[in-house]
């Protein structure tokens, strides 16, 4: 799916690949104040359009339904996780309990400082069973990079997490997402350093606890 004019083309000063990919942009900006706004059991694609000024066949062109779109929208916001997390975390000289505190702090903040991505991401996600998927798929990704950051805290760095670390990164990284869901929609009153610093000790206790 996509453009199809001619590659390579210029119209009004731009390449079929640059318009097509700032449609792509505009779609995804669209599709997540559309559900941000109103929810998945409101969002509709004709909703997304109006809002980008775009037409339901060039929708159609990018996305299959609304659920591809929603899909879409999620790589892009995992895709930015890793990236920030990288800018934060990735120096390896680093003590390894200030990349811990470096990476949530940047989670955190990403989360806190736009209420649309939490909301989409980390509720509307629930909607249907591929996106608990791709939702649950990306909070064992994030427990697996937190239990290696976590085990090079421990005498062994080298070694694989045991276990028993292993589950307390996915119990507390669970516990962070629910924790951002509470900061955005105001029922907790934590900002992004106060949670990054209140979940950061919980990930450092459990990191130094004797392997069960």
């Avoid at 976590?150 to 292993?166: G, I, V």
């Amino acid at each position: 799916m996509g453009d199809r004019t001619t590659p390579g083309r210029v119209y009004g000063g731009r390449t079929t690949e640059e318009r097509t990919a700032d449609r792509r942009e505009r779609l995804l900006d669209g599709g997540l104040n559309e559900f941000a706004s109103r929810g998945w059991d409101g969002a509709t694609v004709a909703g997304v359009c109006e809002r980008v000024g775009l037409s339901r066949r060039q929708f159609y062109e990018e996305h299959a339904d609304r659920e591809a779109l929603f899909a879409a929208i999620l790589e892009r916001v995992l895709s930015d996780v890793r990236r920030v997390v990288t800018m934060a975390a990735g120096d390896t000289a680093t003590p390894p309990e200030d990349r811990l505190r470096a990476a949530l702090a940047a989670v955190s903040s990403y989360f806190l400082q736009d209420a649309r991505i939490t909301q989409v991401c980390l509720v509307e996600s629930f909607a249907t069973p591929r996106l608990r998927r791709l939702r649950g798929d990306a909070l064992a990704d994030a427990a697996t990079l937190a239990a290696r950051m976590m085990q090079a805290l421990r005498a062994t760095p080298d070694q694989p997490p045991d276990p028993a670390l292993t589950l307390s990164a996915h119990t507390l990284t669970g516990g962070l997402a629910e924790l951002l869901i509470a900061a955005a929609d105001g029922r907790s009153p934590g900002t992004p350093g106060a949670v990054a610093d209140d979940v950061a000790d919980l990930f450092l206790a459990a990191s130094r606890r004797a392997t069960r």
